[in-house]
């Protein structure tokens, strides 16, 4: 099992949305974990830290279900410019490191 | 006000010919990270300094070298670059380990694209 997966994807979506990615991972002992979005050539940028039971920015909500090691981000009324992957990013326990999920890439539609 | 800053943006070296990446901080972040990211991949980490301390990846190829002089540059020195190094390398910072809530979130610079010959 590997320590971060995400959906697939690629994810298609309309104009006005609501989408949703999953993130499960495996080490329990994780603390931290962070939704980060990667523009095509570009560096990936934080969009969300996830230290509690949840929390919301605007369109952006990321909840996280420790007992089952999942965490989710709802993207509402989806934007063209919210097009890019979405990397779920948890941090290796005891360690100065972070582990990547493989991303969920979201195209918005016109 | 970039706070990580990396240089060049554009490398273009020759199969063989030593390059030299760098990244600069203005956070005072105590962990510098650098990263491989490939096309359609994660970021992969290669190493990461602890204020002076280097922790390598076991499967870092030794081809790849760091530098930390100071709090706030890092260099990545590809000393034999192949056609296989040809990648994105994304320089990060965290301002600690995380014993403290959101001091381990990591802040990536914009990147250099290295090219191969």
């Known amino acids: 099992r590997k320590e971060v997966e995400q959906d697939p994807g690629p994810f298609n979506v309309p104009e006005g949305a609501t989408v949703a990615f999953n993130c499960t991972y495996s080490n329990s002992a994780s603390q931290s974990f962070f939704w980060y979005r990667q523009d095509c050539r570009k560096e990936p940028k934080l969009l969300m830290s996830v230290y509690s039971s949840g929390n919301e920015d605007g369109r952006f909500t990321a909840q996280l279900n420790r007992a089952s090691q999942y965490i989710s981000l709802l993207i509402r009324d989806s934007k063209l410019s919210d097009s890019a992957t979405y990397l779920c990013?948890?941090?290796?326990?005891?360690?100065?490191?972070?582990?990547f999920g493989p991303g969920t890439s979201l195209s918005v539609i016109p | 006000d970039a706070m990580v800053i990396q240089n060049p943006r554009y490398q273009v070296t020759q199969f063989g010919k030593p390059v030299t990446l760098s990244c600069s901080q203005t956070?005072?972040?105590?962990?510098m990270y650098w990263y491989q990211q490939k096309s359609s991949q994660a970021p992969k980490l290669l190493f990461h300094y602890y204020d002076k301390d280097f922790n390598n990846e076991a499967d870092t190829p030794d081809n790849f070298q760091s530098r930390r002089p100071n709090t706030s540059f890092c260099f990545l020195d590809i000393r034999s670059p192949g056609l296989g190094d040809a990648a994105m390398y994304l320089c990060a910072t965290s301002r600690d380990r995380g014993h403290i809530p959101s001091t381990d979130t990591q802040y990536f610079g914009p990147g250099t694209r290295l090219t191969v010959l």
């Open positions: 956070l005072n972040h105590n962990v």
């Open positions: 990013v948890v941090n290796k326990p005891r360690s100065d490191k972070v582990i």
